[in-house]
């Protein structure tokens, strides 16, 4: 069973930095991805970054040179370091992992099965 424990939200001034974490257990990184989503009050949970079993990168625009996703795999740990924040990049941060395969749409929801709790992240002006 995969679980998975975020950790390293906080609240900022905007253009501050934060590193978030995602302590994996139960999951293997040999295929699959994991990925990082947020949810702001009265939205939708929306794809920010995520990352195949081969290291290939994908982005939401809206972050695009701003936040960096690595992974640690003998720590079975995700990361996701954000600089230059801004106040809405505010919301509460997700881990999600998926390990059947291919992962053909790494920013959407419906690809991942598992899920963490979440962080928050504020970022104030």
């Known amino acids: 069973q995969v679980q998975l424990v975020e950790s390293g939200g906080g609240s900022v001034q905007a253009g501050g930095s934060l590193r978030l974490s995602c302590a994996a257990s139960?999951?293997?990184?040999?295929?699959?991805?994991m990925g990082w989503f947020r949810q702001a009050p009265g939205k939708e949970r929306e794809g920010v970054a995520s990352?195949?079993?081969?290291?290939?990168?994908s982005y939401a625009d809206s972050v695009k040179g701003r936040f960096t996703i690595s992974k640690d795999n003998a720590k079975n740990t995700l990361y996701l370091q954000m600089n230059s924040l801004k106040p809405e990049d505010t919301a509460m941060y997700y881990c999600g992992a998926y390990s059947g395969g291919t992962c053909y749409w790494p920013l959407r929801i419906y690809q991942y099965d598992d899920w963490g709790q979440g962080t928050q992240v504020t970022v104030s002006s």
């Open positions: 990352i195949d079993s081969d290291g290939s990168t």
């Open positions: 139960g999951y293997t990184y040999r295929r699959g991805c």
